[in-house]
């Protein structure tokens, strides 16, 4: 039996990266998944790639009414939802003095408050069935500080959130915990100006992580493997803040 088998999921941000490998192992898992993402073509193509198991919809996290319509689509063709992985983000190296207000807003309206919004939206769906498994994608950068203002300030706030939401929905069958990836090999950290191999001498392994070490973990939270797990921060950097 695979891990997900029966269980519905939706992957924000699953176009591609992190979100993108998620879903492919949640596929392989067994599990009927659902991305979404604000880059069509590359979302479609993603979902195209795995198959009749994996679903796309356009979405943009920061929209409440986005929310409602996945939501809806979703119990209309599956009738329920049992992982929500909230992976969407955006990554900017702003010091205090740099970031405009614009700069905050965007950073906060998708690193957070999409997140706020998910957690909301998919609540009662998944407590009808009294159970599921809420993923929240946060950074060692929620765990100490960084020069980057927005962007740390927001992963602090996901794992305060989480830790709220699993109180309150424990109750209800409900596992919310949060995920603390450090350097990924990918696109979005390459961007940021800073060397990978430089970074990698700061970590004790002495490497970068890829995608999939990340995305494994968030696997094993979906899965009933980690029944008993709640209102915990998983911590994937290499020894990073060893």
Known sequence: MNRLDGKVALITGG???QGAKEAELFVSAGAQVIITDVNTDLGQETANALGDACQFMHHDVADPSGWGRVMQEIESRHGRLDVLVNNAGIFKVLTLED?????WNQTVGINQTGI???MKAAAPLMRQNKAGSIINISSVAGLWGAKAHAYCATKWAIRGMSKSAANELGPHGIRVNSV?????????LAGHGVPLKDLAAKVPLRRLSDVEEVAKVVLFLASDDASYCTGQEFIVDGGLRA
């Open 99 to 103: 970031t405009s207000l614009d700069d």
């Open 15 to 17: 176009a591609a990266g």
């Open 116 to 118: 706020f919004l998910g």
């Open 180 to 188: 603390h990836p450090g350097y990924i090999d990918t696109p979005m």
